[in-house]
């Protein structure tokens, strides 16, 4: 069995507090441990700052985006490798395996691309100057320079791959070290990318350091340079808000936590349409893509009441297209939940779900004598505005489909009740009907997903998390903000306003051509 070391202070480490074990979800074999603790992170946090800051910072933005892309280049060479990891390791079958992977190394590349709209300055500017005094003599301009400390990034389990990446690419990029701490249950995928780095050579000494097993105190050593940037539920979400030394030094917090995600099908959209079939797709996707644990699946499904029999039917029968079982076993397209305590959490899930609806398909029996596996579940809600529908997230293969009466702003209210989301899909070819629903929604939603006939044919999923939009959401969602191409840089800059003698500040700080203020 391998032991998962830590990458800090320029070596392999392994801690020495409790040991944790990471298991095959699919045998129920253990595969590995993660030792919690024992490491000196006043230390790992003064060498993130110290020698890997000083290091990124020397490089122009131009040297980091190539730096991006070799490192996208790198570990792509081990792309077979990695999939059988994450197939072993995180139950995924090879396509689950590979939306995490390529997810990585794809968001790596993309903000290599947007690297080449940024100068070669040591800064950024901010929008354009404006005059500030009587004449333009005392004008105003903002600048944008990296933040001095490291970024503490905190992965949950189901992304180890796309979580870390998504986060360094925007951080490296900024010019700010970090310390990746992966979700432990299936660290071992990013154990094996870390080594990739490390053993690549790119990344300047400091600029990476990878803690597997707990963080111990590494919070308590942050200060007010420092950035957070958290991924998991929305419990550990609130503990790491209240972490007194974060609150006390103000430092700077991104969190991504968990979403009611909801999909709305219009009363326009009938079964001939194209963008019917897109939503029964992206449903059934969704549900059984890496097993339902994804935090932008659908987990409520909202219907025009007179058509919930028809949807369900059509639903049904969709999800016999994603056959369940060993992920490693061609064609099949659902796999098991990552372990044990996934699983019993799903299973009564479930049940609570039962309490206030009826089931379509699947059910919290369970499946097989071995491995962690859960039935793709569709269930249809008594009353679609019981709470349990919108307050807790059943983080399997699992939704409810609601009636509504197909009125927009019975879909607002509905879709509302998550009190904050990652992302929302309505289908509809109504384009009066998607506005009044998107003005309803988007307070409440970091993004807003439109199904439509004339680009069903090349829609991408809206669980898709692409580095050109904003992943994030208000509320229940975190009310954090990641990626949305060089807007992922803001977590890890200081704006600042100067103000002063316009011919000093033109001169000092140009605007080259090819600067954008934002991506
Ligand atoms: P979790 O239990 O909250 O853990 C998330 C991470 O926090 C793990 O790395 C965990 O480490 C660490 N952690 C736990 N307690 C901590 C503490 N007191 N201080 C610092 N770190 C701590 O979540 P999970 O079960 O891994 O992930 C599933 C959840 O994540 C779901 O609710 C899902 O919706 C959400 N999620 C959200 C997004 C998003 O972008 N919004 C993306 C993916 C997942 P250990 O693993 O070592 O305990």
Redesign the pocket.
Known sequence: MQTLQSYVLGSWQTGTGGA?TLVNPTTGEAIAE?H?SGLDFAAVVRHGREVGGAALRALTFGERGKLLKALSGALHEHREELIDIAVANGGNTRGDAKFDIDGATGTLAAYAHFAKSLPDTPFLLDGDGTQLGRTARFWGQHVRVPRRGVAVH??????PAW?LFEKAACAWLAGVPVIE?????T?LLAYRMGQIVVDSGLVPAGAFQLVC???GD??DHLGPQDVVA????????A??RA?ENLVRHNVRLNL????INAAILAPDVEAECESYGLFLGNVATDMTQKAG????AVRRILVPADRVDEVKADLVAELARFPQGDPATKGVRCGPVTDER?LADVRGGIERLLEHADVACGGPEPVGDTGCFVQPTLLVARDPRNGAFHDA?V?GPVATILPYSGKVEDAIELTNLGGGG?VCSVYSNDGAWAREFVLGCAPWHGRIWIGSDRMAEQALAPGM?LPASI???PGR??G?E?LGALRGLELYLQRTALQGFKGLIEAQFPAPATEEATG
Request: some cysteine.
């Open positions: 944790r993660a919690d905190i992965n949950a389990f189901n992304f979580g701490k992966p979700g432990t249950p660290a097993g707990g963080v590494l919070l958290f991924t998991g539920s929305a419990a550990t979400a503990r790491i972490n991504e936590a968990d979403s644990q994804k935090c932008t996934q997230e983080f990652l998390v992943h994030g959401g969602a975190g954090g990641e």
